[in-house]
């Protein structure tokens, strides 16, 4: 019913069609129960005018004196009052004395097998409120005692058959009426929610595919109530402009990672070809093959770092942990760093814990992380500034932060910098690279069961933060 040929229907058809077949078993079943209750209504309102009757007869047949009398003109009163009371013309009646002799009876014309059983079933009828015809068919039963002064004189027996017992026409349509209204306004109601429930979900499918296309430009501006309904438009919203920065940032770093891995194929290209025309001699050959050397390596740095970045990426590069120091480590690191680079007018600070340390970690890993972040702040500063490097403790971890007072990451761009291949713009204009640095940086972290975050960043400087688990 609600999928066809393995496809799936629409949320409003789903859930309308599913509303509706259950608002028709919930209506069935109001039904059956509303009948039954019209049904049992209509004999207990049956089973009390009986009595009342019952009662008119009982007044009818005794006497001042104690006496029951049955006279000529009982029948045709009775018949009177059966008329006014309604009471059905089937109604059999008997009239017992004390002795619980019939001294009078209003059957009507009855079938010889009723009339044969009649003796059994007022004997049942003595204690029973139901009592069986030959038939089949039930007869309810209503006794009325007879008493003068408290003192029982007699009886009056009646007795009607079930299929007599009528329902009223009007209740049936009020019924019928009822039930008609709440499957219409129930299938209203739903039909309603739903499809305001699937038009939201609807452009979000809308805006799914036009980004399958290419089309990152999505704008929903209805007003939504649901929370849950609000949360995924906007999520999405904000995926597909995720999407569309990425998407930009993708495109202007694959152009610049072309860029930066043909401009040394090309210089070294076209240096080569020169020693090899001969248009270079001597000193000035030895020359060039140098810069050559230092094109190849160059590259080869970038390969490298586009190769392990992709093994890292799929696990491929496992960490080896071991204990170690972080108040010895941290400043031989620092000290490595120091010796390699021109810090000439760069103020390096470095602040430990006068508490040793020790964790498992990988120190080669954590290594190429410090120095990464370290040459990140040295770029940051330039010719002249200051550069920190702080371990200290919390109390689930240990902290490295690389703090300099460069001039700061751009807002726009701090969500960014752990993307792969993302370069900024201050940082773009001043070193070539390939924008892999600090997303290699926070996979490692990850890795050794830490993390990598930016602390803070503003025209003041940034700071950098490793973060490595005690545990």
């Not at 009646?93 to 619980?100: A, E, I, R």
């Not at 452009?203 to 595919?209: C, E, G, I, K, Y």
């Not at 000193?283 to 080869?300: A, G, M, P, V, Y």
């Amino acid at each position: 019913m609600f999928i066809k040929n393995n496809e799936p229907v629409s949320l409003l058809h789903y859930w309308t069609t599913r509303y509706l077949l259950t608002l028709c078993i919930g209506l069935v079943l109001i039904g059956v129960v509303s009948a039954y209750w019209i049904k049992y209504a209509a004999i207990e309102k049956q089973l009390e005018v009986t009595r009342l009757f019952a009662e008119e007869v009982a007044d009818r047949v005794v006497d001042d004196d104690g006496n029951v009398l049955v006279g000529d003109k009982l029948h045709q009163v009775l018949d009177n009052r059966r008329k006014f009371m309604g009471v059905d013309r089937n109604l059999l009646l008997f009239v017992q004395n004390k002795k619980g002799e019939i001294i009078y009876n209003r059957t009507g014309m009855v079938n010889p097998a009723l009339k044969q059983a009649l003796p059994r079933m007022l004997e049942q009828a003595n204690t029973a409120d139901k009592v069986k015809q030959p038939s089949g068919d039930t007869l309810y039963v209503i006794r009325k005692d007879l008493e003068y002064n408290d003192v029982p004189v007699g009886k009056v027996i009646l007795l009607f058959p079930e299929t007599d017992i009528k329902v009223g026409r009007e209740q049936v349509q009020y019924l019928v009426i009822m039930l008609g209204s709440l499957g219409i306004l129930g299938w209203a109601v739903i039909y309603f929610h739903a499809r305001k429930l699937s038009d939201p979900i609807q452009d979000v499918v809308l805006s799914a595919r036009r980004i399958v296309e290419g089309n990152y430009d999505v704008t929903i501006n209805k007003t939504i109530k649901e929370r849950e309904i609000h949360e995924l438009v906007y999520t999405f919203k904000e995926m597909a402009d995720r999407l569309r920065q990425l998407e930009s940032i993708r495109t202007e770093l694959l152009a610049g990672v072309t860029h930066e891995l043909k401009t040394p194929v090309t210089a070294i290209s076209g240096l080569v070809q020169a020693v090899n025309d001969e248009v270079v001699t001597g000193d000035e050959k030895n020359e060039f093959l140098q810069i050559c050397l230092k094109e190849t390596k160059r590259l080869q740095k970038m390969v490298e770092d586009l190769l392990d970045f992709n093994s890292f990426a799929v696990g491929a590069i496992a960490v080896q942990l071991e204990e170690q120091n972080l108040s010895k480590l941290i400043p031989e690191i620092a000290s490595q760093w120091r010796v390699t680079q021109d810090l000439e007018n760069v103020e390096f600070i470095t602040q430990l814990p006068e508490k040793e340390t020790i964790i498992n970690i990988d120190p080669s890993r954590v290594q190429q992380v410090v120095i990464n972040l370290l040459n990140n702040a040295k770029q940051a500063v330039g010719k002249k500034g200051k550069i920190e490097l702080v371990l200290f403790a919390t109390d689930s971890d240990m902290r490295v932060d690389v703090r300099d007072d460069g001039q700061g990451i751009p807002l726009d761009e701090q969500s960014l910098v752990f993307e792969r291949f993302f370069r900024g713009r201050n940082k773009k204009e001043k070193v070539r690279g390939l924008g892999l640095g600090l997303s290699f940086s926070k996979m490692i972290a990850k890795a050794l069961g830490g993390d990598l975050i930016l602390g803070q960043s503003s025209p003041q400087g940034s700071t950098f933060t490793l973060i490595l688990p005690k545990k």
